[in-house]
């Protein structure tokens, strides 16, 4: 008795794919026995297609493990051409099922998944005898020397235009420590290249022998004003600079204090700026001079968690070698300003993150220049980088010229360099708000 196999309906036969809805279709014209039997060829795949959606049959049907001659015909085929690609009946309407090729990411052939040191911040211990010692962090003389060879290659603003570093050679000792104390008070908030141009205009613009004490009180408010008026917070630090110079001429004979606490006494001094004086002015290392870039990248480094730039002071003073206390901050505010920026960290150039030694390193690669950019925009960068690098009297010109002197130049409309005034009389048009006419 021959037995027999019975398909499902092709309504009920769930389509999952393109290939298994075209080997359906040909399971679906050769269900009659009349047609399986006038096959002249199967192939593996309609074997395979057959096996998957056949159903037994009615109960009287004999038992499942009697195959049908065609079945057994095919299975035969099927191991003899193992090797061989079996191309469907529709050629003409099969697409190869192409497996997707995994390549690896750019980002990761650019900057390589360095695997992260282990890493540990500085912590307190407790000894036997009740003394609290402070153990450094893990790491960290690494970390060190290899920042310290990084910034050899490096030229940033703090080490040609750093506050220690503006002083008049040609002044006398107190006029010089007097000028790093002025040039501390106003690099709060303001860029180097901007205090070093204010110093050099309170240098050259008051009368010889230019910045001492008896100048700057002697200078009226407006001007003196006017001089700094670049500077970050210029109209409270006009204040602070009158104030301070009165102080240093009735109690100081006209030099700075040198101690920390005749220092901070002083309006306008904080912390930072007293040990960063008493270092450049008299050469007393008493304490770190801890600013937003010392600040930010130690804790980046992960040496510890702290919140505040006098937090992060007290920390490092409690395990740094004091040898180290002077040149810690030029080295980590050089590197803040050409590398670890405040935005747009440069984690791929760092030699630091390289070696799997900074937990806040940002993987991936180096960023790909903006296309697009106005011209404008473009010149207004390399102005800016003009200021931090150029020289710093462009900031501050001799002489201002007048509103009437440069009239302003038509860019949107009109001939190419025609002012705005000649413009209007040969159009007859008036430019309103919003660029309507």
């Given amino acids: 008795m021959k037995s027999r196999l019975f398909i499902q309906p092709r309504e009920n036969i769930e389509m999952r794919s393109s290939r298994i809805a075209r080997q359906t279709a040909l399971v679906a014209g050769r269900t009659s026995a009349d047609a399986s039997a006038a096959s002249g060829r199967q192939t593996r795949a309609f074997a395979r297609?057959?096996?998957r959606y056949a159903a037994p049959g009615p109960p009287d049907a004999p038992t499942h493990g009697v195959m049908v001659k065609e079945e057994v015909e095919v299975e035969a085929e099927a191991e003899a051409a193992a090797e061989v690609d079996v191309k469907l009946e529709d050629e003409d309407t099969a697409t190869p099922v192409l497996k997707r090729k995994r390549t690896a990411s750019p980002l990761a052939a650019s900057s390589p998944n360095?695997?992260?040191?282990?890493?540990?911040?500085?912590?307190?211990?407790?000894?036997?005898?009740?003394?609290?010692?402070?153990?450094?962090?893990?790491?960290?003389?690494?970390?060190?020397?290899?920042?310290?060879?990084?910034?050899?290659?490096?030229?940033?603003?703090?080490?040609?235009?750093?506050?220690?570093?503006?002083?008049?050679?040609?002044?006398?000792?107190?006029?010089?420590?007097?000028q790093t104390l002025v040039a501390l008070m106003l690099s709060s908030q303001t860029r180097d290249a901007v205090t070093a141009a204010a110093i050099r205009a309170l240098q050259t613009s008051l009368p010889a022998p230019g910045l001492?004490?008896?100048?700057?009180?002697?200078?009226?408010?407006?001007?003196?004003?006017?001089?700094?008026?670049?500077?970050?917070?210029?109209?409270?630090?006009?204040?602070?600079?009158?104030?301070?110079?009165?102080?240093?001429?009735?109690?100081?004979?006209?030099?700075?204090?040198?101690?920390?606490?005749?220092?901070?006494?002083?309006?306008?001094?904080?912390?930072?700026?007293?040990?960063?004086?008493?270092?450049?002015?008299?050469?007393?290392?008493?304490?770190?001079?801890?600013?937003?870039?010392?600040?930010?990248?130690t804790n980046l480094l992960g040496w510890?968690?702290?919140?505040?730039?006098?937090?992060?002071?007290?920390?490092?003073?409690?395990?740094?070698?004091?040898?180290?206390?002077?040149?810690?901050?030029?080295?980590?505010?050089?590197?803040?300003?050409?590398?670890?920026?405040?935005?747009?960290?440069?984690?791929?150039?760092?030699?630091?993150g390289r070696k799997g030694l900074c937990p806040g390193r940002l993987r991936g690669a180096a960023p790909k220049p903006k296309k697009g950019l106005k011209e404008e925009e473009t010149e207004r960068r390399g102005e800016e980088v003009k200021e931090e690098e150029g020289d710093i009297e462009d900031l501050f010109p001799p002489s201002r010229p007048s509103p009437s002197a440069e009239?302003?130049?038509?860019?949107?409309?009109?001939?190419?360099?025609?002012?705005?005034?000649?413009?209007?009389?040969r159009t007859g048009t008036r430019r309103r708000r919003g660029g309507r006419t």
């Fill in 114 to 178: 360095v695997k992260a040191r282990k890493r540990r911040p500085a912590r307190q211990i407790t000894q036997p005898n009740g003394t609290i010692t402070a153990e450094p962090p893990l790491h960290w003389e690494e970390v060190y020397s290899t920042i310290k060879t990084m910034r050899a290659s490096l030229t940033a603003p703090v080490d040609t235009m750093g506050c220690e570093r503006l002083a008049d050679p040609l002044s006398s000792p107190n006029d010089q420590r007097f």
């Fill in 49 to 51: 297609a057959l096996r």
């Fill in 304 to 352: 510890h968690a702290t919140k505040t730039p006098e937090q992060t002071r007290l920390a490092l003073e409690a395990w740094l070698p004091r040898d180290r206390w002077h040149e810690i901050n030029s080295l980590l505010v050089g590197l803040g300003q050409v590398l670890c920026k405040p935005v747009g960290r440069e984690c791929w150039r760092c030699e630091v």
């Fill in 407 to 425: 009239p302003s130049v038509a860019r949107t409309r009109g001939r190419a360099g025609e002012p705005a005034q000649l413009e209007r009389a």
């Fill in 212 to 297: 001492t004490v008896q100048n700057i009180r002697s200078i009226p408010h407006a001007d003196l004003n006017a001089l700094i008026r670049p500077v970050g917070f210029h109209n409270t630090k006009t204040v602070h600079l009158k104030l301070v110079a009165e102080t240093l001429f009735t109690s100081y004979e006209s030099d700075i204090p040198r101690t920390l606490e005749g220092l901070l006494a002083l309006p306008g001094v904080g912390p930072k700026m007293a040990h960063l004086t008493l270092s450049a002015a008299w050469q007393r290392t008493e304490g770190i001079g801890v600013d937003v870039h010392v600040h930010r990248i």
